[in-house]
């Protein structure tokens, strides 16, 4: 049975009380939500990355389990954030409690036993026969959510520099990436990447986007966190641009399955097909920049959709490789 294992963390110093006072002083719908009526004057922690030209470094070891993944402070933000918030109990369920393996075989498919999910899970609002659909005020989206679920706003660097900022004020007028928790966990760490949460974009893949994830998983830096995206009718939920992310400290089967190559593009990125495996899937690497990658790997994504054809894709070895599955058409 596989163990949840926990990584040294540090919790910030951002002072939720401020963020309360600040809404409960500026009115607002009285939820200290993400939407305008409550976001003006507050203020989150701010991660700001460094964007790289390549994606470089000796921090990622995927497929060496004989070491240790180094504890980095981005990482070490996001589980103190994270494990904050599980010990004020803003999730449904213990997800650390859930029973998981690897299923004996060929593949080795890790298996979870998660009640909490399938009970608590919130159902889906929006038909599934349809990938692009107009994003609905109405329905869930993630400015309802409180100020308190999430961890912190993810935004480039101005200076070129790594910075963070325990406390800085949200710029409503360029509306903020953030990483919020999610609060139906599949895994120890489990968070949401909503690039431009106040523009209420629907669940659809724009290159901006696609390489702020992208940038996620190379600043992350760590082979056991893992990005993926879920398209309307690939099991997405909710129709609100997002991207889930979280920890398993074990390689997925996916990332050990064979390959062939189909082609190398002129900007340097490799598009191989999956062998032997039980799915069909492309796989993306290498490229000149990390924008190559992104741009690749994004206007896949968007042909598809174009094209009512759901897909899933998965970021994996710290943003070197990105596995894309398409669907059966709707």
Not at 303 to 327: E, H, K, S, T
Request: proline share 6%; aromatic share 10%; hydrophobic share 40%.
């Amino acid at each position: 049975m596989l163990r949840i294992k926990r990584v040294p963390t540090i919790v910030s110093n951002y002072q939720k009380e401020e963020g309360e006072e600040v809404a409960r002083l500026g009115g607002g719908c009285g939820r200290n939500c993400l939407n305008k009526c409550c976001i003006q004057g507050a203020k989150l922690p701010l991660y700001a990355f460094k964007r790289e030209n390549k994606i470089v470094g000796d921090r990622c070891l995927a497929g060496d389990e004989s070491r240790e993944p180094p504890v980095d402070f981005l990482e070490s933000l996001l589980l103190g954030e994270w494990e904050d918030r599980m010990q004020r109990g803003f999730f449904r369920y213990d997800v650390t409690a859930c029973e998981t393996k690897v299923i004996p075989g060929d593949y080795g498919f890790i298996a979870q036993l998660n009640e909490g999910r399938h009970l608590k899970k919130r159902p889906t609002e929006f038909r599934v026969d349809k990938v692009l659909q107009t994003f609905d005020g109405n329905k869930f989206n993630f400015t309802k959510v409180g100020q308190e679920e999430v961890l912190f706003q993810f935004e480039a660097s101005e200076d070129g520099e790594v910075r963070f900022f325990p406390s800085a004020p949200v710029d409503v007028e360029n509306s903020p990436s953030v990483v919020a928790i999610n609060v139906s966990p599949i895994e120890y760490g489990h968070v949401l990447l909503i690039p431009r949460v106040l523009e209420c974009l629907p669940q659809r893949i724009d290159r901006d986007s696609f390489c702020l994830a992208l940038y996620m998983a190379v600043e992350a830096g760590n082979p056991y966190f893992r990005l993926g995206y879920n398209s309307l009718g690939a099991f997405a939920t909710i129709n609100h641009l997002h991207f889930q992310a979280y920890y398993l400290a074990v390689p997925f089967p996916i990332e050990k399955a064979p390959t062939k190559k189909i082609a190398t593009l002129d900007g340097g990125v490799m598009i191989s097909k999956l062998l032997n495996y039980p799915v069909r899937g492309l796989v993306f690497e290498g490229g000149n920049t990390v924008e190559e990658l992104s741009n690749t790997i994004s206007d896949a994504c968007i042909c598809l959709q174009d094209n009512n054809i759901p897909y899933n894709v998965l970021i994996a070895d710290c943003g070197r490789r990105i596995f894309l599955f398409p669907q059966a058409p709707c």
